[in-house]
């Protein structure tokens, strides 16, 4: 089982940055894929970005570009920096993981919210 835990969302004005972390414990040497999904208001759950661990990331074309996902497999942590925000990024983030076994987990999940 892998225990996840988020910070750094907040409330941040159009076009500024906010940075989210994750930790990840547990059974952390099964993990390979670690990321962000959010959930805007009235949404489904959407991929925003991952990293497996050898380094390949993906991005939503929404975030390309504006978003970068880092990854320290010695501390077992997830970031994303989040820069040029806007309104639409307005949601709930949630750290994910998966493993080689096919196993999700997912974190509590940290609210953020951009101003106009």
């Known amino acids: 089982q892998v225990h996840l835990v988020e910070s750094g969302g907040g409330l941040v004005q159009a076009g500024g940055s906010l940075t989210l972390s994750c930790a990840a414990s547990?059974?952390?040497?099964?993990?390979?894929?670690m990321g962000w999904y959010r959930r805007a208001p009235g949404k489904q759950r959407d991929m925003v970005a991952v990293v497996t661990r050898a380094g390949s990331t993906n991005y939503a074309d929404s975030v390309r570009g504006r978003f970068t996902i880092s990854r320290n497999n010695g501390k077992n942590t997830v970031s994303l920096q989040m820069s040029s925000l806007q309104p639409e990024d307005t949601a709930v983030y949630y750290c994910?993981?998966?493993?080689?076994?096919?196993?999700?987990?997912w974190g509590q999940g940290t609210q953020v919210t951009v101003s106009s």
């Open positions: 994910y993981t998966n493993t080689y076994t096919g196993s999700d987990s």
């Open positions: 547990g059974l952390i040497s099964s993990i390979n894929t």
